[in-house]
């Protein structure tokens, strides 16, 4: 009877190691939300300094760039860490899309249950779910531009000490390459029409 029932446990072992890896994983989406969710609270937190003023979220920023442990500032490191967030939020996504429908069929049945259940828990996962995958895009933008294109503190400090706005330092790179592509191509324009115009005016000389 030991005999046997040794023999059905050791059977039984590979399956249930199995039965654990949804655990798992479920375990590390949460996990990985809440550090998401930490560094959100933080971000907001750290770029809300603007409102004190930008000499305020000037300090800020070059807090992160090591200013003031290393005696200089190195925008590099703000990169670092903008390349572990966006590990940690590729990784959390990847986890979370394994709960998503992935055919009519199964969408079909989940708005078939929400529908009869009307479970308020319910109802905020589908909302989970849309946002979610939105914010997989806009914010993998986001990540992308402070991470090839970290703006130094130095070239802040001297655009707001000009009289420019600024609220961040992505805010202020995309707005700043922006405008200057918008003023090439309305200056390119207003020389083009200005050309033809007065071509049109310029009266032919008598032969």
Same mark, same amino acid.
Do not use: C
């Given at each position: 009877m030991n005999i046997g029932s040794h023999a059905v446990a050791s059977a039984l072992e590979p399956a249930r190691r199995r039965k654990r890896w949804p655990a798992r994983l479920d375990w590390l989406q949460s996990a990985s939300g809440l550090l998401l969710a930490l560094f959100?609270?933080?971000?907001?937190?750290?770029?809300?300094?603007?409102?004190?003023?930008?000499? &305020?979220?000037?300090?800020?920023?070059?807090?992160?760039?090591?200013?003031?442990?290393?005696?200089?500032?190195?925008?590099?490191?703000?990169?670092?860490?903008? &390349?572990?967030?966006?590990?940690?939020?590729?990784?959390?996504?990847?986890? %979370?899309?394994?709960?998503?429908?992935?055919?009519?069929?199964?969408?079909?049945?989940? &708005?078939?249950?929400?529908?009869?259940?009307?479970?308020?828990?319910?109802?905020?996962?589908?909302?989970?779910?849309?946002?979610?995958? &939105?914010?997989?895009?806009? %914010?993998?933008?986001?990540l992308y531009v402070m991470l090839s294109q970290p703006v130094p503190s130095a070239r802040i400090r001297a655009q707001t000490a000009s009289g420019a706005t600024t609220t961040g330092r992505c805010t202020w790179c995309c707005c700043s390459r922006w405008k200057s592509t918008a003023a090439s191509a309305f200056t390119g324009c207003a020389s083009s029409g200005a050309g033809s115009r007065a071509r049109t005016t310029t009266p032919r000389a008598s032969g």
């Open positions: 959100m609270w933080g971000h907001m937190f750290f770029v809300s300094s603007i409102l004190l003023g930008k000499d &305020a979220m000037w300090t800020v920023t070059r807090f992160f760039e090591g200013y003031f442990f290393f005696g200089r500032a190195y925008p590099g490191l703000v990169s670092v860490v903008v &390349a572990g967030v966006l590990t940690l939020f590729v990784m959390h996504a990847m986890l %979370a899309l394994r709960k998503f429908p992935i055919n009519y069929r199964q969408y079909r049945a989940f &708005a078939d249950h929400k529908q009869h259940m009307r479970h308020d828990d319910t109802t905020l996962w589908w909302w989970q779910v849309l946002t979610g995958f &939105a914010l997989f895009f806009l %914010a993998s933008m986001h």
